[in-house]
């Protein structure tokens, strides 16, 4: 299997523009979860989807943010307009079911607003 | 609330010494655990989970942990750390009632030849 796949890997992008992270998840899996990691925050979670539904987006920072998952195979997560406080890693992470079962990371997008 | 709390920033050992990573966690229902090792410039991986039973849960690399639920514990050990377990180490609980994971802020493990 291929993994948690992102895109792109690194985002250099200016205040104000949009910014728009992709992930595929790992085939089969039913939840789907995006992190950000900062050094000052550590990782937080800001949103999971299960069966493509988003089920809990309270770590989403504020409207600036959205994120979709218009199919089992495909999110993305938004941020318009960008903002240099945004400047993180940006992991999407996969897993099959319940609280129980290991979730996937992927690779990350590293993300600098200037 | 669940909440995790890695009691060390950072943890230098030599080669070949023994480890503890500490982790204490905070809930009040029954919570799932976790140990994930993020290598530099990568995603994070999972090294090991407790759900139940045995509270001695071994995982990949030869880590194990021990779960301490008197001492709302879950430290992470190994017995021999190499040069390639340099990495930063996470601590996650969840909660039965679904997939959200609370992390740590993690602990930075520095291993010295």
């Known amino acids: 299997d291929a993994g948690v796949i992102q895109s792109p890997r690194h985002e250099v992008t200016e205040m104000g523009q949009e910014v728009t992270l992709r992930c595929k998840p790992i085939?089969?899996?039913?939840?789907l979860f995006w992190y950000r990691q900062t050094m000052m925050r550590g990782l937080e979670l800001l949103i999971y989807f299960n069966n493509n539904v988003p089920i809990d987006d309270s770590g989403m920072p504020e409207d600036r943010f959205s994120a979709k998952m218009p199919n089992a195979s495909f999110s993305t997560l938004k941020i318009q307009p960008s903002e240099p406080r945004d400047s993180a890693v940006y992991f999407c992470?996969?897993?099959?079911?319940?609280?129980?079962?290991?979730?996937?990371f992927g690779a990350g997008t590293r993300l600098s607003v200037l | 609330a669940q909440s995790v709390t890695q009691l060390d920033s950072q943890v230098p050992v030599f080669e070949e010494a023994p480890v503890e990573l500490r982790c204490n966690y905070s809930s009040s229902v029954s919570v799932y655990l976790f140990w994930y090792v993020q290598y530099p410039n990568q995603g994070l991986q999972l090294l090991l989970k407790?759900?139940?039973?045995?509270?001695l849960v071994k995982g990949i690399n030869g880590f194990e942990a021990e779960f301490n639920k008197s001492q709302t514990s879950f430290h992470l050990r190994k017995p021999s750390v190499h040069i390639s377990d340099t990495a930063e180490y996470f601590c996650?609980?969840?909660?039965?009632?679904?997939?959200?994971?609370?992390f740590g802020q993690g602990t930075e493990l520095s291993v010295k030849p």
């Open positions: 085939s089969g899996h039913n939840s």
């Open positions: 407790y759900l139940s039973g045995s509270t």
């Open positions: 996650a609980v969840s909660d039965s009632q679904g997939g959200k994971l609370i």
């Open positions: 992470a996969s897993s099959w079911g319940t609280a129980k079962n290991i979730q996937y």
